[in-house]
Nanobody, 115 residues
């Protein structure tokens, strides 16, 4: 049974940085793409960034140049480094993997950007 568990997050002032991490168990992060999504109150869940099985990264336009997705194959973890944060980045952040047509989601972790 695959499981994704997010950690990190928290609160930061505008312009600050935070890092969220996703630990996978029962799922190999190399076997397919891994992604980060976010959902703000009252909004739909939106895609933020992905890293392919080959290590190719892609980003939503709203975070490109500020966020960096990376992975540690030995630890089977995927991180999202978030810099130059602003209030619009406030949301619950979710880790995602799709394996054999099954969608796996973490429980989500709160990121709050506020002065």
């Amino acid at each position: 049974q695959g499981q994704l568990v997010e950690s990190g997050g928290g609160s930061v002032q505008p312009g600050g940085s935070l890092r969220v991490s996703c630990a996978a168990s029962g799922i190999s992060i190399r076997a397919g793409s891994m992604g980060w999504y976010r959902q703000a109150p009252g909004d739909r869940r939106e895609w933020v960034a992905s890293i392919s099985s080959g290590g190719t990264t892609s980003y939503a336009a709203s975070v490109k140049g500020r966020f960096t997705i990376s992975r540690d194959v030995a630890k089977n973890t995927v991180d999202l480094q978030m810099d130059s944060l602003n209030a619009e980045d406030t949301a619950v952040y979710y880790c995602n993997a799709v394996r054999s047509a099954r969608d796996y989601w973490g429980q989500g972790i709160q990121v709050t950007v506020s002065s």
